[in-house]
């Protein structure tokens, strides 16, 4: 996983001063390639009311840019970047666990979604009955409802969501998911139904939460 950090590139050469008309012919007068290192973005101007376009730069094309400017502003802006710079490696490694922590909760997730379709597949012959979309939908929106304490369409209205939900859930949530997954594989092979399962997945969660809580204490 690979993290890109970027900037305004009028923020750099005007220190905030709306002059992106001038960029294309700034740029490559410091010997900056354009379509390597720039990557242009219309901004509607809030003062003339027309679209400009202005450039979002890399972190070091953007130092570029502050040696530079040999003024004030510049020498500024180039202390800006060192504490930055010093703040990030104090962070970064923090950020790229999280983030790494956080891809591997999506994806145990993900391992056990199938295994549990299947288990339904299975059971639901045994009774006779054929599986389709309404059934997979249901046993996830249970336990998604389970953990967020609300459906799965509620929550994603309230949150100003798209997509699958899972994709917007952090980590605790994720393996709260995961682990709830894991259980419902074995409550469908030993013959629950529908309710019985959801009533013991609520109190799986419970404990859950209490050993949850029991850690972070």
């Known amino acids: 996983m690979i993290f890109v950090y970027t900037i305004e590139a009028t923020f750099v050469h005007f220190f905030g001063e709306d002059q992106s008309a001038n960029n294309e012919q700034y740029f490559p007068n410091g010997g900056i390639s354009l379509p390597n290192e720039l990557t242009p ?13 202005d450039y979002i730069l890399t972190i070091g094309t953007a130092k570029e840019l502050a040696m530079i400017e040999n003024n004030e502003k510049g020498r500024a802006i180039r202390k800006y970047f060192i504490r930055c710079e010093e703040h990030l490696k104090e962070i970064a490694p923090a950020i790229q ?9 999506r994806l145990e997730v993900a391992d056990y979604s199938r295994p549990m379709c ?11 009955k054929s599986a389709n979309n309404t059934v997979f939908t249901n046993e996830f929106d249970m336990i998604n409802r389970i953990v967020l304490g609300t459906t799965s369409s509620k929550y994603k209205k309230a949150n100003n969501l798209t997509g699958n939900i899972r994709d917007h859930l952090n980590e605790f949530e994720l393996n709260h ?4 997954e894991n ?11 529908y309710h019985q399962r959801k009533a013991e997945l609520i109190k799986l969660s419970h404990a859950y939460l209490i050993r949850h809580m029991a850690q972070v204490a």
Request: net charge positive; aromatic share 4%.
């Open 118 to 128: 299947d288990a339904l597949t299975e059971q639901r012959k045994a009774l006779g």
């Open 183 to 193: 259980a419902n594989i074995t409550l469908i092979h030993i013959g629950y139904d």
């Open 177 to 180: 998911i995961a682990y709830l």
């Open 97 to 105: 666990k999280k983030a790494l922590k956080r891809l591997k909760a």
């Open 41 to 53: 973005n219309l901004a509607k101007n809030t003062r003339r009311g027309r679209p400009e376009k």
